[in-house]
């Protein structure tokens, strides 16, 4: 019987069919999915958040460049164990890179504006005087200010 099986696998081979059963329909694929590439993103959303290059985040989890590079392009899965120690490098819970993924499962690239928002954490996170960051802060603050005023006043006359 054994050889009857061997002589059909192989003959549906040659045809390039292969033998598949309800298992292997039910197995998730062995590609990244949707989820992968939005902890991707996250990972590199802190990572840029904190200031840190792919080559050094890589060296603080003990992978080559390239792989910290696959892991944020959400091209090669993420063990639970590797996705744990980020976490710790990154100063987050694991479960902060899963925020989002429901309202996100087509996940697209960071628009402009989010990438305008990320690089200017980092370079306020890079501003090592206090009171710099402190005079930053109340420019940004006023600047918001100014804008909400205007918008008030554009509904009051509208």
Not at 103 to 128: G, K, V, W, Y
């Amino acid at each position: 019987m054994s050889g009857a099986l061997d002589k059909m696998s192989e003959q549906q081979a040659h045809r390039g069919q292969t033998h598949s059963n309800e298992y292997d329909e039910a197995r998730p694929s062995a590609r990244a999915s949707a989820a992968d590439r939005h902890v991707g993103n996250r990972i590199r959303e802190r990572r840029v958040m904190l200031g840190l290059s792919q080559q050094q985040l890589a060296q603080m989890i003990g992978v080559t460049y390239q792989q910290a590079h696959k892991y944020e392009r959400g091209l090669n899965r993420i063990s639970a164990g590797r996705l744990y120690e980020i976490a710790q490098v990154l100063s987050v819970p694991v479960s902060w890179f899963f925020e989002g993924l429901a309202a996100d499962e087509h996940a697209s690239e960071m628009t402009p504006r989010q990438r305008m928002c990320l690089e200017l954490a980092r370079n306020f996170a890079a501003i090592d005087n206090e009171k710099h960051q402190e005079a930053l802060s109340q420019m940004a603050r006023a600047l918001a200010a100014q804008s909400q005023a205007a918008q008030d006043d554009n509904q009051t006359l509208a």
